[in-house]
């Protein structure tokens, strides 16, 4: 049997992972990928804790530099992998 903090712990993953899969949207675009960089910004929706342990996560990636803005938004720039 499922209690309340099974079904509040399936909600906060499921929004985390709409918050992700959108974010990837922006950074997988032709013209992020050609200029290696993207503005990112949380959407009404997000959540705060979502946003912020994106933000944790993309800051501990190799090769990416995070510059946070006043208003929330954050510019990220990545190095490509050349091969």
Sequence with gaps: MRGPAT???QHQLSSYNRLVRRVNLTI???TAQRERQANLRPGPDDRAEDWERLLDEIE???GV???RRA???VHVIW???EH
Excluded: E
Aim: charged share 15%; hydrophobic share 20%.
């Design 7 to 9: 079904l509040h712990h």
């Design 28 to 30: 997988t675009a032709p």
């Design 60 to 62: 501990q990636a190799d």
């Design 65 to 67: 530099t995070m510059r």
């Design 71 to 73: 208003d929330g938004s």
């Design 79 to 81: 190095s490509g992998s």
